[in-house]
């Protein structure tokens, strides 16, 4: 495993995802970051590369290396605004998710040692029971906190963390399915 932190936020038009990738001290240009939605119509989005890479099409990313709230040392951090239409969801709305190993990457991957994480654990890509559920807010405003609204930056230090934390586990809720 590599250890990571992972944040989820939205807005009224996005979903924003932070990989603070704290396991990954090394700024290899081969490191991606893998995120999948919806098992029906499976979207993967991903982002590859060393810090600096941004990408800018139907959602944007970005790659940082820096130290965050989490870890003083220089690592890995990855970033993306995803606009709801893109993964055919909303506010408000429960969004079937996974990272999965896709041959050379998850949610983050490293390729000079080649630890990645799976999540959820014991994830089987073609059993939807073991996809994870992320459930998104209809508010913009959490806990006195805006959102950015169509804003990407390596956000360091991720718009007081400390102040943010509470507010992210009551924008986002992420779970696991239950088997029936």
């Given at each position: 495993?590599l250890?990571?932190?992972?944040y989820?936020?939205?807005?009224?038009?996005?979903?924003?995802?932070?990989?603070?990738?704290?396991?990954?001290?090394t700024?290899?240009?081969?490191?991606?970051?893998?995120?999948?939605?919806?098992?029906?119509?499976?979207?993967?989005?991903?982002?590859?590369?060393?810090?600096?890479?941004?990408?800018?099409?139907?959602?944007?990313?970005?790659?940082?290396?820096?130290?965050?709230?989490?870890?003083?040392?220089?690592?890995?951090?990855?970033?993306?605004?995803?606009?709801?239409?893109?993964?055919?969801?909303?506010?408000?709305?429960?969004?079937?998710?996974?990272?999965?190993?896709?041959?050379?990457?998850?949610?983050?991957?490293?390729?000079?040692?080649?630890?990645?994480?799976?999540?959820?654990?014991?994830?089987?890509?073609s059993?939807?029971?073991?996809?994870?559920?992320?459930?998104?807010?209809?508010?913009?405003?959490?806990?006195?906190?805006?959102?950015?609204?169509?804003?990407?930056?390596?956000?360091?230090?991720?718009?007081a963390?400390a102040?943010?934390?509470?507010a992210?586990?009551?924008?986002?809720?992420?779970?696991?399915?239950?088997?029936?």
């Amino acid at each position: 495993m590599l250890p990571s932190y992972v944040y989820f936020l939205n807005d009224n038009s996005n979903l924003y995802v932070l990989v603070d990738a704290v396991g990954d001290p090394t700024d290899s240009g081969s490191d991606e970051c893998l995120l999948r939605f919806n098992f029906v119509d499976t979207l993967k989005i991903s982002i590859v590369g060393a810090s600096g890479t941004k990408i800018s099409n139907n959602f944007n990313a970005a790659i940082g290396f820096s130290s965050s709230p989490n870890s003083a040392s220089p690592h890995k951090i990855y970033e993306f605004c995803i606009p709801f239409s893109y993964i055919n969801s909303a506010p408000g709305q429960t969004i079937d998710f996974c990272s999965p190993m896709f041959k050379t990457a998850s949610m983050p991957y490293d390729s000079e040692t080649g630890r990645d994480n799976i999540w959820p654990l014991g994830l089987i890509t073609s059993d939807p029971n073991t996809w994870g559920l992320i459930v998104t807010s209809l508010s913009r405003s959490v806990a006195g906190v805006t959102v950015p609204v169509n804003k990407l930056a390596i956000l360091t230090p991720y718009l007081a963390l400390a102040g943010l934390a509470a507010a992210l586990s009551a924008v986002v809720a992420v779970g696991r399915r239950r088997k029936a």
